[in-house]
């Protein structure tokens, strides 16, 4: 069982910027591959980035692109999300996801997400 623990959502102006951070415990953190996920009021919960077990390799939305970057930290058990030039369409819960498949394929399907964090609010003022 792996516990996951999000921080680092606040408040921001459009433009600005924010890291979250996300603490596993509980398991072997190099056995995961690990994704943030948001969710919107009214809309469902959709893919942000993902980064492999090893840190090599790297996905993201389309609309993030160039503007956010995943990355994990093996010897703090972290995963964070660098996240610039936020957008009112940024607002959202942002989630932590942990996945325990030895491969990528549908990796921003949310069913392919073992654990998951309690997220933290992005608000993105405009």
């Known amino acids: 069982q792996v516990r996951l623990v999000e921080s680092g959502g606040g408040l921001v102006q459009t433009g600005g910027s924010l890291r979250l951070s996300c603490a596993a415990a509980?398991?072997?953190?190099?056995?995961?591959?690990m994704g943030w996920f948001r969710q919107a009021p009214g809309k469902e919960r959709e893919f942000v980035a993902r980064i492999s077990r090893g840190g090599g390799v790297t996905y993201y939305l389309d609309s993030v692109k160039g503007r956010f970057t995943i990355s994990r930290d093996s010897a703090k058990n972290t995963v964070d999300l660098q996240m610039n030039s936020l957008k009112p369409e940024d607002t959202a819960v942002y989630y932590c996801?942990?996945?325990?498949?030895?491969?990528?394929?549908?990796?921003?399907?949310?069913?392919?997400?073992?654990?998951w964090g309690q997220g933290t609010q992005v608000t993105v003022s405009s």
């Open positions: 996801a942990a996945d325990r498949r030895r491969y990528d394929s549908n990796y921003n399907a949310v069913k392919n997400y073992d654990f």
């Open positions: 509980g398991g072997t953190f190099s056995d995961y591959a």
